[in-house]
C-alpha cells in the first residue's frame, strides 16, 4: 500500500450527528507526525482519538454522505460507505417511539416539561417531509400507537389519560386513570397496554376493560413497550442504573429477563427477523442497540439523546432525539431494514 491509509473496519453500520465512529486500519499516522483527518463527503470530522491502526471521528453536524476517508498527511484512504442519518424535523420534543402510519406519515410530540402547556401536541410528517401540527389539545402528550382502526393513541403523562385521534384529527377520551402514563403498544387481539411510570403495565380490552397486567420496579422517566414476534411484550424502563433491564412478559403477564447490561434504556422495536432495536447506551457509548434472538448486543447506530424509533415502510428507521429539556429532533436513516408489522 505504500504508506497510504487503509481501512479495515468501520463500527457501528451507522450514526447520526454527535455520533462516533470507530475506525479500524493501517497506516493512519502521517510520517511526519501529525493526527490523521477524516471527511465524511467535504465535511471534515472532529477526530476524538487517533493511533497508527484506530481513529474514533464524531459526525459533525450538516454531514449527510456517508463516504468516510482517512487522510493521513498526503496519503488518502479509499473510501468507505456508512449510513448516516439525515435531519427531518427539528423544534419537536419526543419522549419516546414516533409512530409511522401505513403509508408512511411519521408522528411525534412536542411533550413539554410535565404540566406545562405546549401549543403543539403531536406533529404530523408527510411524505415529503413537510411538518404540520396534528393536534394541540393533549397535555405532555407521551406515547404513541397506531391501532388496527388506523386511529392513532396518545398517552398523557400529565393526567394519566389515552386519547384516540382519526386521521383527520378528531380527538375523543379512550381511557382514564392510567396513572403517570407513558409507552403504549398494541397486542395481535387489539387489546392496548399502558405503561404506569409507578411500575404498572395496564391491559385495556377492546370493550375497553382495564386490568393490571404486569408489575415492574418503578422508573424515573418512562416504560416503553413492543411486542416481539412471539407475542410477549418487552418493556424498558431507565433508572439511575448503567446495567438497566429489558423485561419481557408472557400473553399470561409473568414477567421475566430478557437482558440485562445496558444503560439508559429508552424506546425499543422490532424488525422483521425478530432482532430488537433498543435506544440505549453500552460501553458508554449512546445510540441503538440491536440484540438478536442469540441475545448478543451490538451497537447499531452512534448517536447521542436517541430516545425512541420507529421502522417505516420504505425500510428506513426514524430516530427521535430529545436534546435540551423541551427540545429535540427527528432522523431519517436509510438502513434498508424491513420493520415487524405491527399487530
Not at 457501528?12 to 507526525?33: L, S, V
Not at 404486569?214 to 448503567?242: D, I, K, N, Q, R
Not at 412478559?249 to 424488525?271: H, K, M, Q
Request: contains cysteine.
Amino acid at each position: 500500500m505504500n504508506g497510504k491509509p487503509q481501512i479495515l473496519e468501520v463500527t457501528p453500520p451507522a450514526a447520526i450527528a454527535g455520533g462516533e465512529f470507530q475506525i479500524r486500519g493501517k497506516n493512519f499516522a502521517a510520517a511526519q507526525g501529525g493526527r490523521p483527518r477524516v471527511t465524511f463527503g467535504d465535511v471534515e470530522a472532529p477526530v476524538v482519538i487517533a493511533s497508527d491502526s484506530q481513529v474514533i471521528a464524531r459526525v459533525p453536524e450538516g454531514a449527510s454522505v456517508g463516504e468516510l476517508v482517512v487522510r493521513a498527511g498526503e496519503q488518502t484512504s479509499s473510501a468507505w460507505t456508512c449510513e448516516l442519518g439525515v435531519l427531518i424535523a427539528e423544534n419537536v420534543h419526543p419522549v419516546g417511539n414516533p409512530a409511522v402510519d401505513a403509508q408512511g406519515n411519521i408522528y411525534t410530540t412536542l411533550s413539554g416539561p410535565r404540566g406545562q402547556a405546549t401549543p403543539v401536541s403531536v406533529f404530523k410528517i408527510d411524505l415529503n417531509y413537510d411538518v404540520k401540527p396534528f393536534l394541540s389539545d393533549v397535555m405532555n402528550a407521551t406515547g404513541l400507537a397506531f391501532g388496527k382502526d388506523g386511529d392513532l393513541y396518545i398517552s398523557s403523562r400529565h393526567n394519566g389519560v389515552v386519547y384516540r385521534a382519526t386521521p383527520s384529527g378528531q380527538m375523543s377520551v379512550y381511557v382514564e386513570g392510567m396513572g403517570i402514563a407513558t409507552g403504549l403498544a398494541f397486542d395481535e387481539q387489539g387489546n392496548l397496554y399502558v405503561g404506569d411510570r409507578q411500575g404498572t403495565i395496564f391491559k385495556i380490552s377492546q370493550e375497553r376493560q382495564i386490568y393490571v397486567f404486569a408489575t415492574l420496579e418503578p422508573s424515573h422517566a418512562a416504560y416503553h413497550l413492543a411486542f416481539g414476534p412471539e407475542g410477549y411484550l418487552y418493556v424498558t424502563g431507565p433508572t439511575m442504573s448503567t446495567h438497566e433491564t429489558v423485561y419481557r412478559i408472557s400473553p399470561e403477564g409473568a414477567v421475566e429477563t430478557f437482558y440485562r447490561g445496558l444503560g439508559r434504556l429508552n424506546g425499543l422495536a422490532f424488525d422483521a427477523e425478530g432482532r430488537l432495536y433498543v435506544a440505549a447506551s453500552m460501553g458508554g457509548r449512546r445510540g441503538v442497540v440491536r440484540i438478536g434472538p442469540d441475545r448478543k448486543p451490538e451497537m447499531f447506530v452512534s448517536g447521542p439523546g436517541i430516545v425512541g424509533l420507529a421502522f417505516t415502510p420504505s425500510r428506513s428507521i426514524i430516530l427521535a432525539i430529545s436534546t435540551q429539556p423541551g427540545t429535540g429532533a427527528l432522523y431519517r436513516l436509510d438502513a434498508g431494514i424491513k420493520g415487524r408489522p405491527l399487530p
